[in-house]
């Protein structure tokens, strides 16, 4: 028995739909997945400054001072509005702090990484350290403060309360999007 | 005409189609999931940080409520997790908390951070209310705002339009001479152990029985006392005698001995009750101090007179007086004590357009005032209008105990000698003072702005210029420091005592001057406004018109013309860096994140 087949309007009725349909899928897709990216990489940024600013304040808090300067071979590394010197108390094998024996911890902006190096003395079980928290760093400032009420801006060296305000530059699409994330914390160990 | 002779051709493609949607989904769900269990991460990071933050708070907390007793805690349930506190005691009052935040729990935890900080025993005075008054009274002058509570041991008397925006108590006034007493001389003085064992015996509840020599209420009592470590708060109860020992079944008073008033020195430290217990002449009673805890590191130890001078009472010592028959074993010899018996009228006495925003409780409420609360009394003016409810026969309050004792002034005039001593009087205009003990007169001229490393000892008088400023040394950070004075303080107008300026510091001047007995005012403050805390247990603090300030506590205050206090919160959990062993603080410099 013989089948009968389609006419060619049938064929081209049913590729025309088909090919409305699978451009419609298409123009979704693109966009859902172009959506997809930008906030993702909203996101990342988001996480990206929460994380790098949680572990500068958790240092921030552990200090014992904010240092002037700390100077590691011919490197020597400043504190100021976008660098930060921070001597923290060493630690024993144990975890425990080493009373008048300090670690330095440096926080700074190289071109567009967020560098946190860790210099530990002889004496201490802290380990050296050399870690990137960020690659899109735009911006980095760090400010100084004392306890007085109002707080007042001061010299690193004076101050008790560390504000670290960072941005992030990373493309999102044809452009690039800022995002600024700031916190404070005080020195507990002054 | 075309045909197709091999079906299944359009299902492949639709297969196709239905993958590449499907990856794509995937793509984007996963992708989504990743960044929804990295921020949720990173939200619990900062969550279990704040987690054990709040554990080491608790801990402090904790220590500080019980006197130093508090063992730690596993996993109490706060927010989205939880935490454990482990208190790890290194001696000599110092403790190391270990507190770690668990997110969602400690079985399980996603996310898990330790902060670990040593706590000591520091200094910590309460200031409860912006006005103590001893038995000297308080006399107010026109149009006086008090922006706090006012406790008074003896009269309140005040101006037309005074203000009071907090409560008022006027409690009954009390002897000024002990009733009844017991003290130990020379080689007759023997320390008396308790709230730890000794040889066996666990000493946890001491009594000394007494008998009054009139009937009356009795106001307070004072022990002899020292401590080793940081004994908790123990409870002082009045108990009636049932057969040669304190009756569990007749408690007629109960009060808290504060330790922080106790130095590892002796002296008699005041204890007040919730009530004035009245007791009968030549009745048997007796004051039972029960210790919280038995702990050989940090206990108690009551003067004791082997002589046995006391003959109208016995000490004995129990395991438990609470129990069935409660045990109770003789002590050789009398514990150190003294009893004053009180019950005197006082009364409150503001004239026309006066207000008290609180509550009144007072033995005779007189005058022409509007009380805005309840009245407590036994006896009310017609001229006084109460808002709220009349509690005509309530009972006097019983008199508060002074919030810094001998003992801690003594330990820091020990402390300031110990960092030198200056023969002869100062005079001009110094920079910089202290910590000293100062044998003479301290005069400083106008504007001086003087630098206090506290504690600071004069034992001559103090005279200061117009606008001159006491600031408590930078260095002090949040804790407070003390001036000690013997003799009389006279300061010129707009002086002031100015903590260090971080939040929570104050600069205290501590007068030990006796109004009572020389009659002239320990403290004159002129037209001031002083930031810090004026404290005067046997003096009279005057202040002139317009004069403004925290916190006073004086046996008796003069307040001019419109003077305004405005109590400062802080003060009720103050920390002075120097000083007797008192609450539990951070110890600088041991804050961990591990």
Same mark, same amino acid.
Do not use: R
């Given at each position: 028995m013989r089948e009968r087949g389609l006419t060619l309007i049938e064929v081209l009725v049913a590729m025309g739909i088909a090919v409305v349909a699978g451009s419609l899928l298409v123009v979704i897709m693109v966009n859902s997945a172009g959506f997809f990216t930008n906030q993702s990489s909203k996101m990342q940024q988001g996480l990206n400054i929460n994380d790098s600013l949680l572990q500068v304040r958790n240092s921030i808090k552990q200090a014992s001072a904010v240092a002037v300067s700390y100077t590691s071979g011919p490197t020597t590394y400043t504190t100021g509005s976008n660098l930060l010197v921070l001597k923290v108390l060493s630690i024993d094998s144990l975890n425990n702090l080493i009373d008048d024996t300090y670690d330095y911890f440096v926080f700074f902006r190289d071109q567009n990484l967020l560098r946190f190096k860790t210099f530990p003395n002889p004496a201490s079980s802290r380990k050296s350290s050399d870690r990137i928290?960020?690659?899109?760093?735009?911006s980095i400032n760090f400010q100084y403060f004392n306890s007085a009420i109002p707080p007042v801006e001061v010299a690193p060296a004076s101050a008790t309360n560390v504000r670290v305000s960072l941005s992030l530059r990373q493309k999102n699409g044809l452009k690039y999007e800022i995002k600024t994330g700031t916190s404070e914390a005080n020195l507990r160990n002054d | 005409m075309i045909k197709f002779n091999e079906s299944g051709q359009m299902l492949i493609l639709v297969f196709i189609a239905l993958g590449v949607m499907l990856f794509t989904v995937l793509f984007v769900i996963s992708g989504a999931q990743l960044y929804f269990q990295n921020a949720s991460y990173s939200a619990n990071t900062e969550k279990v940080t704040a987690l054990a933050e709040a554990g080491v708070d608790k801990a402090l907390a904790s220590l500080n409520k019980t006197g130093g007793s508090y063992n730690g805690e596993t996993e109490t349930v706060f927010g989205d997790g939880v935490y454990s506190v482990a208190v790890i005691d290194k001696g000599a009052g110092i403790k190391v908390l270990n507190a770690t935040g668990y997110i969602p729990n400690k079985? *399980?935890?996603?996310v898990k951070k330790t902060i670990s900080v040593e706590v000591s025993t520091g200094i910590g005075l309460s200031f409860v209310y912006g006005l103590q008054i001893g038995e000297g009274g308080l006399e107010m002058g026109n149009g006086a705002l008090l922006n706090g509570s006012v406790y008074s041991n003896g009269n309140i008397t005040g101006g037309n339009t005074t203000r009071i925006t907090g409560d008022v108590y006027v409690a009954g006034v009390g002897q000024i001479s002990a009733d009844q007493q017991s003290d130990c001389f020379g080689a007759n003085c023997q320390d008396y152990v308790f709230g730890r064992s000794v040889g066996g015996e666990n000493r946890l509840d001491v009594a000394q029985s007494f008998k009054p020599s009139a009937e009356g209420l009795l106001n307070k009592v004072s022990i002899k006392l020292k401590k080793v470590g940081s004994p908790a708060n123990p409870t002082v109860r009045i108990m009636r005698d049932n057969s040669g020992k304190p009756d569990k $079944?007749?408690?007629l008073a109960t009060g808290t001995l504060s330790? $922080?008033?106790?130095?590892s020195q002796y002296s008699l430290v005041d204890v007040t009750f919730n009530t004035s217990p009245g007791l009968n002449e030549n009745t048997t009673y007796w004051i039972m101090v029960n210790s919280q805890a038995l702990d050989n590191s940090n206990y108690w130890v009551w003067s004791n007179d082997?002589?046995? !001078?006391?003959?109208r009472g016995v000490p004995k010592w129990s395991? $438990?007086?609470?129990?069935? $028959?409660p045990v109770w074993n003789a002590i050789s010899g009398d514990l150190g004590f003294q009893t004053y018996m009180g019950g005197g009228a006082t009364s409150l006495n503001l004239t026309t357009g006066s207000i008290v925003e609180g509550n009144v409780y007072a033995n005779t409420i007189t005058g022409n005032m509007t009380i805005s609360k309840n009245a407590y009394y036994q006896t009310i003016g017609p001229s006084i209008t109460v808002q709220g409810t009349k509690f005509p026969g309530s009972a006097d309050p019983p008199p508060t105990v002074f919030p810094v004792s001998d003992a801690n002034i003594t330990e820091w005039k020990n402390q300031a000698e110990a960092g030198g001593v200056t023969n002869g009087n100062i005079n001009g205009c110094t920079m910089t003072l202290g910590p000293r003990k100062i044998i003479g007169n301290l005069t400083l001229e106008n504007s001086c702005i003087v630098t206090v490393k506290a504690p600071l000892w004069v034992t001559g008088n103090i005279i200061t210029g117009n606008s001159t400023v006491f600031v408590l040394d930078s260095s002090f950070g949040a804790t407070s420091g003390v001036i000690v004075v013997e003799g009389t303080t006279v300061f010129g107008n707009n002086s002031d005592l100015k903590g *260090?300026?971080?939040?929570g510091s104050y600069l205290m001047l501590v007068s030990t001057y006796d109004s009572s007995q &020389? !009659? &002239?005012?320990?403290i004159e403050t002129g037209n001031s406004s002083i930031s810090g805390i004026v404290y005067a247990p046997k003096g009279t603090v005057e202040l002139a018109n317009g004069a403004s300030f925290k916190e006073i506590t004086a046996w008796k205050i003069e307040l001019g013309n419109s003077a305004v206090l405005t109590y400062d919160s802080g003060l009720a959990s103050t920390v002075f860096s120097? !000083?007797?062993?008192g609450s539990f603080s951070l110890n600088r410099g041991t804050y961990q994140v591990k």
């Open positions: 928290f960020s690659t899109i760093v735009d | 079985a *399980s935890p996603k $079944n007749g408690i330790a $922080n008033l106790v130095t082997l002589a046995q !001078g006391y003959t395991v $438990n007086w609470q129990a069935g $028959n *260090s300026g971080t939040a &020389n !009659g &002239n005012e320990a120097a !000083g007797p062993s």
